[in-house]
């Protein structure tokens, strides 16, 4: 699994992440052939794993931790953020 303190930049507006079969959510991005494939579509395994399909990429089987990128979320942030005046 990746040192998720050393994960690459990815694309702008995303969070590089490494989350497991069970948590990976439809748009997440996957890192291919040096671009970034948003998943489609995801078949869930016997064995608990994901098989990830994109558009321009073979499916991917994931059956552990993987490296994704997903989207910042402003507005989940927006109830955490507050105004601070400096005069």
């Known amino acids: 699994m990746q040192d998720e303190t050393k ?7 995303t969070s590089g992440m490494v989350r497991n079969p069970g948590e990976l959510l439809m ?4 890192h291919f052939d ?3 494939f948003p998943i489609l579509d995801m ?3 016997p064995s608990g794993g994901k098989i990830l399909h994109f558009d321009g990429h073979r499916p991917y089987t994931v059956n552990g931790p993987t490296l994704i990128y997903r989207r910042i979320n402003l507005t989940e942030r927006a109830d955490s953020l507050r105004c601070v005046s400096t005069e």
């Open 7 to 13: 994960i690459p930049p990815g694309p702008p507006g």
């Open 43 to 45: 078949v869930s395994t």
């Open 27 to 30: 748009g997440d991005r996957v």
């Open 34 to 36: 040096g671009q970034f």
